[in-house]
């Protein structure tokens, strides 16, 4: 079997289509109660639990079943993803705005969601974020000297987030007036909230004290920190759905469906002792299994599992030598992954990765055309991999190719938080302080001081490497106004 044959053949670790969902009865079955109740009453719940505990597979087959609802009719869907780039405030939100702006036009919902006072709140809501963005968002990008980059930055508009929160709530209100009549209601949700920012998450919060019939709001959060976003929203009354590791049938649903893998009770017993039930998991150990032509067995399995340091680590031991040198060669890179960037890191033509990728188990299309790793653990498991001095050229080669893309890329602020991260990260410290200090200044103006911090401490270390007391003076002085207005946990400088 060639190695086009074993890429194939992997089952993709993004999460589960929804015709291909197993397990989780329970689950659906509350899914299914909070979703009945939405219509009278909007409804919110959370999903949560470690990563690779099937989350995101959850939440899509929410997805299904309120879209395709036999018994009280389907409903539009709007769904958002949140990627780990500090800055890109209020993006998962306008995601979910693309979404409505496609139902209210379609045949299918058109004639719901078609009304002038829909459009008009979309409409709206549109305005008020792309201004709010305005004070990051440059108006075009100018050489600064040699092959610097520098943001000509559009002025500060007067939108503040009281402005977002009103527009965003009244197209809800909107949105949920007219779902209510149908006796129906419309989901929104979102995947990965505990990567939002601190705004983001404020206006998240917002919107579940206020969420007016007609809406269900599912969201998932990744577990495991006290004192992270799940436990502050806790501290609202709402529905919240903690998920665990699944259950001998459903260890032997997983593998007969989606891998063909004949799972006996001894075998699903030592998965289970083995993986906790974890999803990810089993995933990789199927995965392996199938690609090395393994009996899954008690004693394969166990065989199997005392081998591997960890799932991620499994998982690749069964990818072809191409796709762990892409893996390895693009997990700098902060999601979404425009192709043209992937292209030039990986030196093949924009056609050879769309192709490629068709058929990857370690990477996803995303609904705007760019890329992200299948699984967030494979991308964490291929940077914590990388020597110092891989990682410090791999992150020269990115901001080399966002520099030759730049004419081929839309999302500019996208651009310009990937340049300022890996400026920095490749040790380029005269753009690297120059950027970050601007990007800094401007997420301070913008009330994101956790980025604006975060962003001007880069600045700071950047002007030590340089050893220039003037523009460290600048930042430390910037970095100081910002701590007097900072509330929360800033990520550290990493």
């Not at 760019?370 to 020597?387: G, N, V």
């Not at 302080?433 to 980025?451: M, P, Q, V």
């Not at 950047?462 to 106004?481: I, V």
Request: glycine fraction near 10%; aromatic fraction near 6%.
């Amino acid at each position: 079997m060639d190695e086009g044959e074993h890429r194939a053949e992997g089952v993709s670790y993004a999460p589960s289509p929804p015709e291909k969902f197993c397990g989780r009865e329970r689950e659906r079955e509350r899914l299914a109660t909070i979703l009945s109740r939405a219509a009278g009453h909007g409804q919110a719940v959370m999903i949560s639990g470690p990563p690779g505990i099937g989350k995101s597979s959850l939440l899509n087959r929410l997805a299904y079943e309120v879209q395709e609802n036999p018994v009280g009719g389907e409903a539009p869907v709007l769904r958002g993803e949140v990627f780990d780039l500090p800055g890109m405030l209020f993006s998962v939100f306008r995601d979910l705005l693309k979404d409505l702006q496609g139902h209210t036009v379609s045949g299918r919902f058109g004639g719901i969601l078609g009304t002038e006072g829909m459009k008009e709140a979309v409409r709206y809501a549109d305005d008020v974020l792309a201004k709010y963005a305005a004070p990051v968002e440059p108006v075009g990008l100018l050489s600064k000297t040699g092959e610097e980059i520098i943001g000509i930055f559009a002025r500060s508009p007067e939108v503040g987030y009281d402005r977002v929160r009103q527009a965003f709530d009244e197209l809800l209100q909107e949105l949920g007036r007219l779902m209510a009549g149908t006796g129906r209601a419309a989901a929104v949700l979102l995947d990965d909230v505990h990567l939002a920012s601190s705004l983001d998450r404020r206006l998240l919060l917002d919107t579940i004290r206020d969420l007016p019939p007609g809406i269900l709001l599912a969201f998932t959060c990744r577990t495991g920190d006290a004192a992270g976003p799940g436990q502050e929203i806790l501290e609202i009354e709402i529905a919240h759905m903690p998920l665990s590791g699944l259950q001998p049938y459903e260890i032997r649903e997983l593998g007969e469906r989606r891998f063909a893998l004949p799972i006996d009770d001894r075998a699903a017993a030592a998965l289970l002792d083995g993986t906790g039930g974890d999803p990810f998991s089993l995933m990789a150990c199927f995965n392996v299994l199938r690609h090395r032509g393994m009996t899954p067995s008690r004693e394969t399995i166990t065989a199997l599992l005392a081998g591997a340091n960890d799932p991620a680590g499994l998982a690749f031991s069964a990818l072809p030598g191409p796709e762990r040198r892409w893996a390895e060669g693009l997990s700098v890179l902060n999601p979404p992954f425009p192709v043209p960037v992937m292209a030039c890191m990986l030196d093949v033509q924009a056609t050879d990765v769309t192709g490629r990728l068709q058929e990857s188990s370690t990477f996803r299309r995303l609904p705007g055309g760019e890329y992200a790793f299948a699984h967030p653990l494979l991308q964490e498991h291929c940077r914590l991999k990388l020597t110092p001095g891989t990682r410090v050229s791999l992150n020269t080669r990115a901001a080399d190719c966002f520099e030759r893309s730049l004419h081929r890329l839309s999302g500019r602020l996208h651009v310009l938080l990937s340049l300022a991260c890996h400026f920095f990260f490749a040790r380029e410290y005269e753009k690297a302080a120059d950027l970050n200090l601007e990007l800094g200044l401007r997420f301070y103006h913008r009330e994101d001081h956790d980025t604006g911090l975060m962003l001007t401490e880069r600045a700071i270390v950047s002007a030590e490497h340089l050893g220039d007391s003037a523009l460290l003076a600048t930042a430390r002085e910037q970095r100081d106004l910002i701590r007097r207005e900072t509330t929360g946990t800033v990520r550290p400088v990493q």
